[in-house]
Each structure stands twice: as C-alpha cells, then as structure tokens.
C-alpha cells in the first residue's frame, strides 16, 4: 500500500479536481475567444500536462485501475453520480466526490 494517509490522499486529490477545473475554465476560455474549430494547439497542450499530472497522482494515491481518468472523463468529476463498485465492496456506489473516489481506490 501507499505511504500516505487518508487524509493526504483526499488533500492530493481535491488539489488535482481544482487543477482540473482551472485547466477546463482556461481552456473554455480560449474557444470563447477563437471559437470552435477543433482543438487548438494550447487546449492539447494543457489538456496534456494535465493527463501527465493525472498519472503522477494516480501513482502517489495508489489508483491502479485508472479511476481517476474515469472520475474526470466518465462521470463528469462526480456530477453524473455514476456507480461503481471495488472488487472488495460486495454493492456498487454512488461516486459523486473526491472522499468517494479516495474510497474506491483504496478498497483492495
């Protein structure tokens, strides 16, 4: 198991959903200023920093299943409510939040 604590883990993962949001604000921001066509070379550009730090937090919380590109990408950062269920966890939950994510990511 990872060495940090539950409650550095939720911290790690609350600081990566903020850095997401700011990268989605500048990144709307830049089609609000040259419209829609197609990704523009910045959007790519900070969409994959954030893919690298993405996978540098997975490491650190111990995400070996890719739930946190699953919590961004599927289940619109918790807004879709999407339930899902850890091999230990006998029912499927609710993953509305950053507390739920850390829980389903350390169930073994």
């Not at 903020?18 to 609000?32: L, T």
């Not at 990704?39 to 995400?63: C, M, N």
């Given at each position: 198991m990872n060495a940090l604590t539950k409650a550095e883990r939720i911290a790690l993962l609350e600081e990566w959903l903020a850095e997401y949001e700011r990268v989605a604000s500048v990144c709307e921001g830049i089609e609000d200023l040259f419209g829609?066509?197609?990704?523009s070379h910045v959007q790519t550009s900070f969409y994959?920093?954030?893919e690298k730090y993405t996978q540098s937090v997975s490491i650190q919380v111990g995400d070996d299943f890719k739930w946190l590109d699953w919590f961004i990408w599927d289940n619109d950062c918790g807004k879709n409510k999407m339930e899902a269920r850890?091999?230990?966890?006998k029912k499927a939950r609710k993953i509305r939040t950053v507390k739920d994510l850390e829980a389903i990511i350390s169930a073994k």
């Amino acid at each position: 198991m990872n060495a940090l604590t539950k409650a550095e883990r939720i911290a790690l993962l609350e600081e990566w959903l903020a850095e997401y949001e700011r990268v989605a604000s500048v990144c709307e921001g830049i089609e609000d200023l040259f419209g829609k066509h197609g990704e523009s070379h910045v959007q790519t550009s900070f969409y994959r920093l954030f893919e690298k730090y993405t996978q540098s937090v997975s490491i650190q919380v111990g995400d070996d299943f890719k739930w946190l590109d699953w919590f961004i990408w599927d289940n619109d950062c918790g807004k879709n409510k999407m339930e899902a269920r850890a091999s230990s966890w006998k029912k499927a939950r609710k993953i509305r939040t950053v507390k739920d994510l850390e829980a389903i990511i350390s169930a073994k």
